[in-house]
């Protein structure tokens, strides 16, 4: 019996040292998407205003012809609506971090 409660525990330790793990290479690999994400609206100098409201990120852009909505959709937006120069990306919760690091670029 305390052998079967045992092997519970080390699944349990295995498992979570594995989602630490986990955690912590999305991290990094979220500053990388940022960047892709800044590159995809056509870089910093064609991001006019920006600003988040709940899970969207809205982004006024000088050249909407510079956007590579098909590269923002890959990194994993759930939508994009697109009116004059102005785009809504929805990001979910990571609109509020994008946000935070478009204004660390200035």
Known sequence: MNMDYLQYILIIIIALIIAIA?????RK?????LNKLVEYLGGRNN??????????F??????VNKVNKDGIQKLG??????IDNQLKIILGDNAK???KYIDGLK
């Open 22 to 26: 986990v955690m912590r290479s999305r």
């Open 29 to 33: 690999d979220f500053k990388l998407e």
């Open 58 to 63: 809205i982004v006024d852009v000088v050249d």
């Open 97 to 99: 971090q994008f946000k």
């Open 77 to 82: 937006a759930q939508g994009i609506v697109e």
């Open 47 to 56: 991001i006019v205003r920006y600003e988040y409201n709940k899970s969207r």
